[in-house]
Structure formats: C-alpha cells, structure tokens
C-alpha cells in the first residue's frame, strides 16, 4: 500500500528564510508525486506536481521541488518565503499509469511566516 | 466552471443526529472523491468513484459513514448517527479520467470543504 510521511508538523519561519519541507513515500511502483496548499479557511489548491521527465519541478509562486528517486522523496522548496506562504502543505502520491487509483496525502506540515 | 461545490459549508449539529454532506463536481469529470481532514490524521481519503460507481470505500471509518453518487453530478457523505470525534473538515473532490498518468496537466479540484462539529 501507499503511503507518505511529511516529518515536519509546524515549521516556523521569518520573511526570507529559506524553506525546505520533507516528503517521502512508500511505494514499489513508478509514482506521480503532488504538493497541494491549503490557505487558511481555503480549499486544497495544487502547487506543483511531477509526472515524468526533469525531477526538478517548479511550481507557482517561486516553489518548486525535487524528486529523488532514490530515497523516496519530494522535497518542496523556496528560496525566500513570504508572510503570505503561511498556509498548510500536503504532499501526495498517485501510482502513475495505473486506472482505479486516488491520491494518497500525507498528514500536512503548517508553515508559519512571521513578518 | 464554478469548481466542485460542496455544501453546507458550516454544520453544527447534536451527538446522534444524521449529517448530510452534497457535493457537486466539475461537470466533465468521471472520479468524486471523499476526504476528510483532521489535526490528527491529516488528510484522509474516505471513498471515491469512478463514473458514479464506488471503486475503494475501505477508508470509510464505520458504518456510521455512507456514501451515494446517484448520478455524475451529485454524491453525498451521510454519518447516521454522528458522533463527536466526527467533527472535521469533510472535502470532495474531482478529476477527469486518467489525470495521474498522461502528463496532460489533469489534477484533482478540491471543493471548499464541509466544516463539521458534533457536540
């Protein structure tokens, strides 16, 4: 079975500090691999995703991320957060070319940006 | 399009009551989704279907919790009777077939969420 693990629960950050958020997952097959953000009192809206071709994905708002195959993970990124980056980020995974599936989420990580 | 439409968007209700939670999806798309969000367990997928048909319901938590989609505009989330720790925030959502490998850019739409509380 899937599934995904985001280490981080809350981060805290200032405006400028770099971000680096964790995401691994657990399956044997080829994956597509999602980060989703969830403003306060917003639905889930897509930040970035990664289907084939360059592991390193950009995504709106200067985030992107990485895919390493060979750990597992999907690391979401950005160089210099925003007070409005404060929001909750879910990584997810789908099996890739396979019908009958829905993507799994991890738990979540809240991003707090102080001003 | 107006997106997935979920509703109520707020619901308080009485431990024992029956909850109803609607949802509409993109027209257009073949896959609803049920997830329900909470502090301790993040996002959770509870049901989804394809083409009106159930395909994975093993993450409904009890029997308490069912799920209809009479037609591929409308599904409901129906917890009969509604307990306390039922209180989350219950998402539907949407994707046309085959969004997970065809690199078209197809995703899941999310709904704004149904905020439940069960006192």
């Known amino acids: 079975a899937q599934s995904v693990s985001q280490h981080n629960h809350h981060v805290i950050l200032s405006e400028a500090a770099s971000l680096e958020l964790g995401c691994n997952y657990s399956?044997?097959?080829?994956?597509?691999l999602f980060w989703y953000v969830q403003y306060p009192g917003q639905h889930l809206q897509l930040l970035l995703k990664y289907f084939s071709g360059d592991p390193l994905v950009k995504g709106i708002k200067g985030f992107e991320a990485e895919f390493i195959k060979s750990k597992f993970s999907f690391n979401l990124r950005k160089p210099s957060v925003q007070w409005s980056d404060t929001a909750e980020y879910f990584c997810a995974v789908g099996p890739a070319n396979q019908a009958g599936t829905a993507l799994i989420f991890g738990k979540g990580t809240t991003l707090s940006v102080s001003s | 399009d107006a997106g997935v439409i979920q509703s109520p968007r707020h619901e308080v209700t009485e431990m024992g009551q029956e909850v109803t939670l609607r949802c509409k999806p993109i027209s257009g798309h073949d896959y609803l989704f049920w997830y329900r969000q909470t502090m301790m367990r993040g996002l959770e997928l509870l049901i989804y279907?394809?083409?009106?048909?159930?395909i994975d319901d093993s993450g409904m938590p009890e029997d308490r919790f069912s799920a209809k989609m009479p037609n591929a505009s409308f599904s409901t989330l129906k917890i009969q009777p509604s307990e306390p720790r039922d209180s989350a925030v219950y998402f539907c959502?949407?994707?046309?077939?085959?969004?997970w490998g065809d690199g078209s850019g197809n995703t899941i739409y999310f709904g704004e969420g149904s905020w439940l509380t069960v006192v």
């Open positions: 279907f394809n083409n009106n048909v159930p």
């Open positions: 959502a949407s994707s046309l077939d085959q969004w």
């Open positions: 399956y044997g097959g080829t994956v597509n």
